[in-house]
């Protein structure tokens, strides 16, 4: 019993951390342009544009059984690159970043799939 509450409950953070994960790689991606020049780190709009885009497809791997491990590694890269450049820009507010790489990891060595 208490082995599937514990599956439950990983199988639903996996799927509520991909969805809000994917909802705002998207939104990043739609507007690279406008949170590039907003953040002033002083890189290509591109690179937020790549990052949002990266960010997406392994979010989308995440949810998908097959692919959980896969996608679970890419997110935690992608979120590991994107703290290190909010850091040497001077924004050290990187809380959501250590908490959905923490969630990924928990959902990574907790599923089942």
Same mark, same amino acid.
């Given at each position: @019993?208490?082995?599937? =509450?514990? +599956?439950?409950?990983?199988?639903?953070?996996? /799927?509520?951390?991909?969805?809000?994960?994917?909802?705002? !790689?998207?939104? $990043?991606? &739609? #507007? /690279? %342009?406008?949170?590039?020049?907003?953040? #002033?780190?002083?890189?290509?709009?591109e690179?937020?544009?790549?990052?949002?885009?990266? +960010? $997406?497809?392994?979010?989308?791997?995440?949810? &998908?059984?097959? $692919?959980? =491990?896969?996608?679970?590694?890419?997110?935690?890269?992608?979120?590991?690159?994107?703290?290190?450049v #909010?850091?040497? #820009?001077? %924004? /050290?507010?990187?809380?959501?970043?250590? &908490? /959905?790489?923490?969630?990924?990891?928990?959902? @990574?060595?907790? !599923?089942? !799939?």
């Amino acid at each position: @019993m208490a082995r599937d =509450k514990r +599956e439950l409950a990983i199988c639903v953070l996996r /799927y509520i951390l991909g969805v809000v994960v994917l909802i705002e !790689s998207v939104l $990043t991606a &739609i #507007h /690279y %342009q406008a949170i590039a020049a907003a953040s #002033h780190i002083g890189l290509p709009s591109e690179f937020v544009l790549v990052l949002a885009l990266a +960010e $997406t497809i392994a979010a989308l791997l995440l949810l &998908i059984p097959r $692919t959980l =491990k896969i996608g679970a590694v890419a997110l935690i890269v992608v979120f590991a690159l994107a703290a290190v450049v #909010h850091i040497l #820009h001077g %924004q /050290y507010d990187i809380g959501n970043l250590i &908490i /959905y790489t923490a969630a990924t990891w928990a959902v @990574m060595t907790n !599923s089942a !799939s």
